[in-house]
């Protein structure tokens, strides 16, 4: 069988990554995992993967959801956490950077290093615990792509956008510095065709805030104006609609196109047009600083907040999220994501069947040696008369996965911790995940969703 995990989408470009087992280092006691939510017999397979999975690992929290044809049928939180306040300023020694990361998913510290600008910090197992719930919010990191597709779709659906639309004309974006800028489609940007690779340029702008604010001169933080003006002087990395590459940039340009064709702010557009119409009220943009979820890291960074040169915990000052909003900054939980899938089969009225198809179509090129491709913020591939859609998010202290089976069956994960060391876990859990609800012969029949929408 074919699997969809992240595994094999690799294998296109970096080399397999060799098969994993759950069972990788020593559970803690069963006692000390808290759990909250529902999980129906029939599905205590994927419930009991889960606890081993985040119990080996240390994982703080986390989250799954399953639906079939449309019901919320498992939706489970995995874990408890509590917040302290930090000394602002800090009197202790600054962390040390404990590794260099790639600018596209820049990592950070050891959970109990104290940033020096005093956020709401996790201090472990204290007073105050709160349990994770189904409803608990994640960072996903770039499970926020699907969301923008879906709002750009939504704006080609009404009539007030068209996919073959050049970049340059919708944001007036000169392309002195490349020609070939001009040939940036909408549908370019959503199938990561629009000319910009990171591993050509070295640099992913959406995390190059000390560049940008230094080469303008601009104090940090810095704005969307700011990464388009910098990104737009200088020239592409290959001709747009020749090749993929998973840019952010990209879908950061698909964001800012909703804003100037809706005449509203991103977030505000998907609230109304995309989130709304199926139940979901819960989902809102990311801030640097949290004051929810902790997010652990063994990475530090020098903070993107502000001029102070102080060195953070990453997820806690070494990206700004509110620049990556429409290409990794919602805040969501995993049924909030099981629910909003729906939306790609015609639930909620948001979506038609033809922009749908439209939305997952193959590209003009960029089909990998597996089959799959990259379509509006999914990676898809042709299964059987269906298609397998899915993708993960990462960024330090987050990791989520949501995956749209052929069978109908959906189900999405979320995890406060990013694996940053040693084997590549997450992408064995994708496996084990897929296996085990093609395995599930009865099905719960009793939809969860009015308990949570």
Known sequence: MTRISRRNLLTA?????????????????????????????QLARLDTMLKTFVQARSISCAQLAVSRNGKIVLARGYGHYSFT?????????????TATPSPSVSPSPSPSASPTAGPLIWRGNT?????????????????????????????????????????????????????????????????????WDKEVSKRDYLFSDHAISATLDVPLPITHAHILTYATQRPLDFAPGTRMSYNNYNFLLLGRIIEKVSGQS?????????????GITRMRLSRSVEEGLPYHSKYT????????????????GGANYANLDSAGGWLASAVDLVRLSTIFTGGGGVLSSASVAKLLAKPETGLNQHGSWYAGGWWVRTMGSGLNTWHTGSLPGTFAILSRMHNGVTYCATFNRREEEGAADYDALLDELYDAAMGITSWPTTDLTPRYF
Do not use: C, W
Request: hydrophobic share 45%; aromatic share 2%.
């Open 85 to 97: 306040r930090a000394p602002s300023p800090s009197p202790s020694p600054t962390p040390t950077p």
């Open 13 to 41: 470009s970096a080399g397999a990554v060799p098969a994993l087992t759950l069972g990788l280092r020593p559970a803690a006691a069963a006692s000390e995992l808290t759990t909250t939510g529902i999980v129906p017999a």
């Open 301 to 316: 960074a020098k903070t993107v907040l502000d001029d102070s040169g102080a060195v953070v915990p990453h997820p806690y």
């Open 266 to 278: 991103y977030e505000s557009y998907v609230k109304q047009k995309v989130l709304a119409p199926v």
């Open 127 to 195: 007073a105050g615990l709160a349990l994770v719930q189904p409803t608990s919010l994640f960072r996903i990191a770039s499970l926020s792509k699907h969301i923008t597709s879906a709002a750009i779709m939504r704006l080609v659906q009404d009539g007030k956008l068209s996919l073959g639309a050049s970049v340059t004309t919708l944001l007036g974006l000169s392309a002195a510095a490349d020609a070939r800028l001009a040939k940036v489609t909408v549908l370019r940007l959503m199938q990561n065709l629009g000319g």
